[in-house]
Structures are given as C-alpha cells and as structure tokens.
C-alpha cells in the first residue's frame, strides 16, 4: 500500500532563510509521481511543484526545489529566501499512473519576520 | 474558466439530515476527483470520475455517500443520515489525462462540512 509520511508536523524559518520539509513514501511501483502542494489559511490547495521518479534530475521552480532520492524513497522540499507569504501546511502527496493521489498528514510553516 | 468551484463554502446541518455539495470543474478536464480532510489531516481520496464514468471508490465512501456526475460535467456528492464523524472539509479536484504525463490535479476550494 502507498503511504506518504511527513515527520515534522510544524515548521519555522526566519524570513530570507532556507526551510528543508521532510517526506518519506513507501511504493512498490517504479514509475510514479511525487508533488508539493500548499494549503495557506482558509484558501485552497495549489502545486507548489512536482517530480516524475525516473527522471534523475531534482525539480525546481524559483525558490522551490527537492532533494529526490529514489532508492531512500524521499523527497524533501527546499524553500530559499522564505517570504511571508510561503506560510502554509504544505502537503507532500503520490501518485502512480493516472489515479488519485496519496497525501501525508502536513507540515505547517511559520515564516517569522 | 477560473478555476474549480465549489458550493456551499460551508454547511451546517444536524444529525440525521441529508447533504448535497456541488463541484465544478475546469471546463476541459475529463477527470474528477472528491477528497475528504479533517482537522489536521491530509486529504484522504474518496472517489473519482472519469467524464461521467465513476472509477474507483474508496473504501471511505460507505454507503451514506454517494456521487454523480451527469454528462460529465459537473458533480454532485451527497451524504444521508449525517454523522458528526462526516464534519470535515469535502475538496474537489479536475485533471486532464491528455498532453500531461503529471495529470496534475486543480483543487478547488472546498466546503466545510459541520454535522452539529
């Protein structure tokens, strides 16, 4: 069975800081899919970014990228220059072929000015 | 199209009473998704639909729950004889499954569910 485990339930940066969230997933497929979305408060659910597990090289998008280690079964998310309104739950989430997605249980982030 | 819309925003309902919540999804998209999350939780998934075929349920979905999605546009997920379990947030998504190998998923943003 998939699972998608995120260990740190709350999170701090300073702001202009690096942030490193942590996840860990468990799969017996070989191709899948891994993604990042953010939750702010009270507004809904957006991809932050993603990562197709055969291609090696890690994703990035602006300040956001991952540490993908495919045979540790991790995908960690890197923030760079936190900003203010980086602070969410950011969810780490699975997906094999075209079918639903697993999420793990959240990371919150506080961005302290 | 701006996005996935969801209605009501919020629901409060008694025990017992039936609920119906609305999504619509991004007008392209042939695929439609229901997720439940409760308070500290990621969202867990509860079924799908591709256009106006219902693919996969969850074993979440007990027969209280049930979800329509006529003409494969618009979808409905009602729930009967609320239970205050049921309180959670009901989230809907859309992907297209063509031209993108991610089939990334567009949330909308959710209605919140109180079973008093």
């Known amino acids: 069975a998939q699972t998608v485990t995120q260990s740190q339930p709350e999170m701090s940066v300073q702001e202009a800081e690096t942030v490193t969230l942590s996840c860990t997933y468990d799969?017996?497929?070989?191709?899948?899919?891994l993604f990042w979305y953010k939750q702010p408060p009270s507004r809904q659910m957006i991809l932050v970014i993603r990562?197709?597990?055969?291609?090696?090289q890690n994703a990035t998008e602006n300040r956001f990228s991952v540490n993908f280690q495919k045979a540790a079964k991790s995908f960690s998310l890197k923030i760079s220059d936190s900003q203010l309104g980086d602070a969410a739950m950011y969810f780490c989430?699975?997906?094999?072929?075209?079918?639903?997605?697993?999420f793990g249980t959240g990371t919150r982030l506080t961005v302290i000015p | 199209d701006t996005g996935v819309s969801q209605d009501p925003r919020h629901k409060i309902t008694k025990r017992g009473q039936n609920v119906t919540f609305r999504c619509d999804p991004i007008s392209e998209h042939n695929r439609l998704y229901w997720y439940r999350q409760t308070l500290g939780q990621g969202p867990e998934f509860l079924t799908y639909?591709?256009?106006?075929?219902?693919?996969?349920k969850s074993r979440l979905l007990s027969d209280r729950f049930s979800a329509e999605r006529p003409k494969g546009s618009f979808s409905t997920l009602e729930i009967q004889r609320t239970e205050q379990g049921d309180s959670a947030m009901y989230l809907c998504?859309?992907?297209?499954?063509?031209?993108?190998?991610?089939?990334?998923?567009?949330f909308g943003p959710g209605t919140r569910l109180t079973v008093l």
């Open positions: 989430a699975y997906k094999a072929g075209a079918n639903n997605l697993f």
């Open positions: 799969t017996s497929e070989s191709d899948y899919y």
């Open positions: 990562q197709e597990a055969y291609k090696q």
């Open positions: 998504a859309s992907s297209q499954t063509s031209g993108d190998p991610y089939n990334e998923q567009f």
């Open positions: 639909f591709q256009n106006e075929a219902q693919l996969e």
